[in-house]
């Protein structure tokens, strides 16, 4: 009975390290694709296109059941990146808002735009967000856009604490957000060492 209990024992004992090893193999993976992703160039165009693509089409398949898929996302990303919490507005009568971000330090308004490369943001969802941002006493702002801005934009956005943020910019932002929920899982689940 003990050498069952022993052989039993050992066997548990492998599945264990085993276990361990390959989750330790696959976190490793993880970790070396993230770093990759983001020292890539190419990759994050790629993604950037990629999230245009996955968005725009949800958008006009999906818009009666959830026309804000996009502005979730956005938001998620901003909320982990910036350590603030977000609310999605409705989808009329926001006056333009997308995102409302409340910080630490004070309430800061978004807008989003899933554009492709050949529709750049011009200055008028800068107006927008600067108009309420006086109106509702916030700290600052943000546009975020899947492509690029134009020239005016951004020289309209100048000294007006409003963040320009490009579509590079949000799959580098998308990356950190990716890692931070990483390093989350990894505190609440760590891998015990034998």
């Known amino acids: ?29 993880r970790n070396n694709a ?22 725009k089409r949800e958008l006009e398949e999906e818009k009666e059941e959830n026309p804000l898929l996009f502005e979730h996302f956005v938001a998620e990303i901003m909320s982990s990146v910036r350590g603030g919490t977000t609310h999605v507005t409705k989808s009329s009568g926001d006056f333009g808002i997308d995102i409302e971000e409340q910080t630490e330090e004070g309430l800061y308004l978004g807008q989003v735009k899933c554009y492709n490369d050949m529709n750049l943001v011009g200055f008028g969802p800068i107006a927008i967000i600067h108009s309420q941002m006086v109106k509702q006493d916030a700290l600052g702002g943000y546009v975020i856009t899947t492509s690029d801005f134009t020239s005016n934009a951004r020289n309209y956005a100048e000294g007006l604490d409003i963040d320009l943020i490009n579509g590079t910019q949000l799959v580098e932002l998308w990356l950190e957000h990716l890692e931070t929920k990483s390093e989350r899982v990894i505190v609440l689940n760590p891998v015990p060492q034998m």
């Open 1 to 29: 009975m003990t050498i069952l209990f022993s052989i039993l024992l050992m066997f548990t004992c492998y599945l264990v390290y085993k276990y361990n090893n390959q989750k330790q193999m696959l976190e490793d993976y």
């Open 34 to 55: 993230l770093e990759a992703f983001s020292s890539h160039e190419d990759m994050k165009e790629t993604l950037r296109i990629g999230l245009y693509n996955r968005f």
